[in-house]
DNA sequence: TCATGGACATACTACCGCGTATGTTGGCAG
DNA sequence: CTGCCAACATACGCGGTAGTATGTCCATGA
């Protein structure tokens, strides 16, 4: 290999982020423990250096990507769930635009589900355990999102449930389904990306929906 | 080690048996690939010898816990959606009953779903694509019992619901939600466990109830 | 009572993948 | 022109783990 081979990938990808979208297709491909260093290196035509050169461990590029994931979420939902409109309408809104999202940045979600799943069992260094605990306030928040608007609107007999965090969650579990089976390529007309926004979003207000 | 301290565990756990459930326990915790054999091995309070004597490979041991997880959920819920009663009461059936037994059967339930979202990327020797093939034949069939009854009931104007596929990932994503955070020892009462199956089941009806 | 095989334990190998220590280069500042 | 540093590449060391080869014990039947 050419020493002088610097190319700067022209576009505006700078070191780290690069090396971030490169982790998170390898991770959503094969997962975290299957996916080594090497690989991330290998899809950036680099090696370990370059990787090592940004992140002092694969544990840190990994909460980085869930960072990143969380970011656009939270940035994406918080003016919806915290904006005007009743809340029958701001949770449609908002269930349309988590399912835009998730497809859109299929790669971070995958990877921010595996997360959740996996709480990283010996997050060894005390920064670690710190950035653990700050994804986890930050799903958390997330969630609390949602669970916000459903309260509203079951106290304006809109919605019914008996407890806000199982509502939440089933909630979630609706919309985050696609993520599971959802491929770039497969069909992916927007048509077709509509009809399961349009679906999904049904069924996650029917969840909750009051008769 | 003494040689002789061959208890066989009193109870009728045959060899494979007691190897499944140890196993079932350990992936649950750590994944599949975090786990090692002497993981395994240990909680048995034996070596690898004895995992190695009854099955080939630490992927052949996961499909196994996989295949038993799956037999459980075929077993209980296929009299149930091809029994008598309106698809409503079915279904309604179906929702308490796979609640049930995924509180029940928690460690074996979230292998299952590891395995999902798996694809054991590489399952290298024939037997192993076989068995792959098989697992994912069964889970499919078990979704197929769920649409079934989804169109059933669509015919019969209980449900509403454009794409039964949908239909059926939407109501199990609901219903599978609770293994990701439900825990033994949670507050157990049989009351607690009560509440998510009444509420979780109302979630997963009201998803495709017709209006 | 002796041989045979099942049910493990022990000891070992081979490999992979993380992290690190050390080069090598180009682009600045002075 | 020179020194210095960022941005990588290269080359290891080292631990952990899958799988194997072999040893040991017990039960059983002939």
């Known amino acids: 290999m050419v020493y002088g081979a610097r190319n700067r990938t022209s576009a505006g990808e700078t070191g780290r982020d690069a090396i971030v979208f490169a982790a998170a297709d390898c991770f959503m491909q094969a997962g975290y423990d299957a996916t080594s260093i090497d690989d991330v290196a290998a899809r950036l035509n680099a090696t370990k250096g370059r990787v090592y050169h940004y992140y002092r461990s694969k544990a840190d590029l990994f909460f980085d990507v869930q960072r990143r994931g969380m970011e656009i979420n939270l940035a994406t939902l918080e003016p919806i769930a915290l904006g005007p409109g009743d809340p029958l309408a701001r949770l449609t809104a908002m269930c349309r635009s988590h399912l835009s999202v998730m497809m859109e940045?299929?790669?971070?979600?995958?990877?921010?589900?595996?997360?959740?799943?996996?709480?990283?069992?010996?997050?060894?260094t005390p920064a670690q355990r710190r950035e653990l605990a700050r994804l986890m306030a930050e799903r958390e928040?997330?969630?609390?999102?949602?669970?916000?608007?459903?309260v509203e609107g079951r106290q304006a007999g809109l919605f019914a449930f008996a407890n806000p965090s199982f509502a939440s969650k089933a909630v979630l579990a609706v919309l985050n389904n696609p993520v599971l089976w959802f491929r770039r390529r497969d069909g992916?007309?927007?048509?077709?990306?509509?009809?399961?926004?349009?679906e999904f979003t049904a069924f996650a207000l029917n969840c909750v929906r009051a008769a």
């Open 105 to 124: 940045y299929l790669n971070f979600q995958r990877v921010v589900m595996q997360g959740v799943e996996m709480h990283l069992a010996g997050a060894t």
């Open 141 to 150: 928040r997330y969630e609390g999102l949602f669970r916000k608007v459903l």
């Open 188 to 198: 992916d007309d927007a048509a077709s990306r509509q009809a399961i926004i349009d």
